[in-house]
């Protein structure tokens, strides 16, 4: 009888939330932007709970509105032991710069906003649209592949409320794209620009190439 009550003393302790307290914090996953002491800072927020009264998807949630976290998984394991693996947002560009100071766009995608001084590459401008997100995106990929293939580098991109496009190199120089035909358009730019650039001995403001042939081109005005 005594063994018998001793069996449930112990299983009414285990199951005590205040028993079986979770004290230790493992975090992993390649983190830039978030460091292993913010997430703790941001569990000691409120209690945690024990191991059996920890919920796992409040915690989740709990770390998930971090602003530089994507996704979290959580896990416990006995007895004490916390374990977090973060995915990091990846930020693809800026996103509505102007409206949004520290909006942008991540790789899947999305926008998201966080603190751009902890950026440590230079991303290019995407503006347009809120509706348009993924239209923006898209635009984006497709004109960067092929402008990176031909050694040019994008500075920024503008989706229009009518859905044209234009792109500014990292030279400066403007291409006004317009609706339909982007890689068309791009693959023009790229046949015609040593012939544009040789014409004068003047930079290129911007490029034209919203005709089904040919291209117009406007000079800046040299500097006195």
């Given at each position: 009888?005594?063994?018998?009550?001793?069996?449930?003393?112990?299983?009414?302790?285990?199951?005590?939330?205040?028993?079986?307290?979770?004290?230790?914090?493992?975090?992993?996953?390649?983190?830039?932007?978030?460091?292993?002491?913010?997430?703790?800072e941001?569990?000691?927020?409120?209690?945690?709970?024990?191991?059996?009264?920890?919920?796992?998807?409040?915690?989740?949630?709990?770390?998930?509105?971090?602003p530089?976290?994507?996704?979290?998984?959580?896990r416990?394991?006995?007895?004490?032991?916390?374990?977090?693996?973060?995915?990091?947002?990846?930020?693809?560009?800026?996103?509505?710069?102007?409206?949004?100071?520290?909006?942008?766009?991540?790789?899947?995608?999305?926008?998201?906003?966080?603190?751009k001084?902890?950026?440590?590459?230079?991303?290019?401008?995407?503006?347009?649209?809120?509706h348009?997100?993924?239209?923006?995106?898209?635009?984006?990929?497709?004109?960067?592949?092929?402008?990176?293939?031909?050694?040019?580098?994008?500075s920024?991109?503008?989706?229009?409320?009518?859905?044209?496009?234009?792109?500014?190199?990292?030279?400066?120089?403007?291409?006004?794209?317009?609706?339909?035909?982007?890689?068309?358009?791009?693959?023009?730019?790229?046949?015609?620009?040593?012939?544009?650039?040789?014409?004068?001995d003047?930079?290129?403001?911007?490029?034209?190439?919203?005709?089904?042939?040919?291209?117009?081109?406007?000079?800046?005005?040299?500097?006195?």
């Amino acid at each position: 009888m005594g063994s018998i009550a001793t069996a449930v003393w112990l299983y009414y302790v285990a199951m005590d939330a205040n028993q079986v307290p979770l004290k230790r914090l493992v975090v992993q996953g390649e983190l830039q932007y978030v460091s292993a002491a913010e997430v703790r800072e941001q569990l000691q927020q409120r209690p945690l709970g024990s191991f059996f009264s920890a919920e796992v998807d409040e915690i989740r949630a709990q770390l998930e509105a971090m602003p530089w976290v994507y996704s979290v998984s959580v896990r416990k394991e006995w007895p004490d032991l916390l374990k977090v693996y973060l995915r990091e947002q990846r930020p693809l560009a800026h996103w509505n710069a102007q409206q949004r100071p520290q909006a942008m766009v991540n790789e899947q995608g999305l926008v998201f906003e966080a603190d751009k001084s902890r950026l440590q590459q230079p991303l290019p401008y995407l503006a347009g649209p809120e509706h348009a997100v993924a239209e923006t995106v898209k635009s984006y990929r497709q004109v960067l592949e092929l402008l990176e293939l031909n050694g040019f580098a994008l500075s920024s991109l503008q989706l229009s409320d009518r859905f044209a496009v234009t792109v500014v190199l990292e030279s400066g120089i403007e291409l006004k794209l317009g609706r339909e035909g982007l890689l068309e358009r791009v693959q023009r730019f790229i046949d015609l620009y040593p012939e544009i650039r040789d014409y004068k001995d003047t930079a290129v403001e911007y490029i034209d190439l919203r005709y089904d042939t040919g291209v117009a081109v406007s000079w800046r005005q040299p500097q006195t």
